[in-house]
């Protein structure tokens, strides 16, 4: 296996087994799975309420942030997974030396779809569905 999908699986492993995100339908405990998930490929999430009110998450890519704006956990596991979709995608892009999505609009895309593979992998899509995804992924 090459170290990029290496690393990508023994994070979704780190993440699976973390002690934070065990507890069967304990759904602030499952979000933490995600939470795990970014800490394994090296990004720290934090919880940042001094973002503007219309602004749910954040990532700062040099950094290796993700900043949260969510007073909810439904809404935090929208976010978190949305935001680990631009990390991923980030990453992607790094380890195999290609542009980083140039565009606002082809970001969000990759964003999206890597966040619901997050989700689906981390085996959590239950906590949303397709439909609530689609809408919190639509551009306002
Ligand atoms: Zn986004």
Redesign the pocket.
């Known amino acids: 296996m090459a170290p990029y999908q290496e690393s990508l699986e023994a994070a979704f492993k780190a993440a699976l087994a973390d002690p934070r995100a065990s507890g069967e339908g304990d759904f602030s405990r499952l979000i933490y799975r995600i939470w795990a998930f970014v800490e394994a490929l090296g990004a720290k999430v934090s919880l940042d309420h001094t973002l503007p009110e219309n602004v749910a998450g954040r990532i700062f890519y040099d950094e290796g942030e993700i900043h949260l704006n969510m007073p909810t956990a439904a809404g935090a596991a929208l976010v978190i997974a ?1 935001e680990a979709g ?1 990390w991923l995608s980030y990453l992607r892009a790094q380890r195999f030396g290609d542009p980083h999505a140039p565009d606002e609009a082809t ?2 895309n990759m ?1 999206n779809m890597f966040g619901w593979y997050i989700l689906h992998r981390l085996d959590i899509e239950h906590l949303v569905t397709k439909e609530e995804w689609k809408a919190s992924n639509e551009p306002d």
Request: glycine share 0%; hydrophobic share 20%; no cysteine.
């Open positions: 949305h631009h970001r969000e964003a």
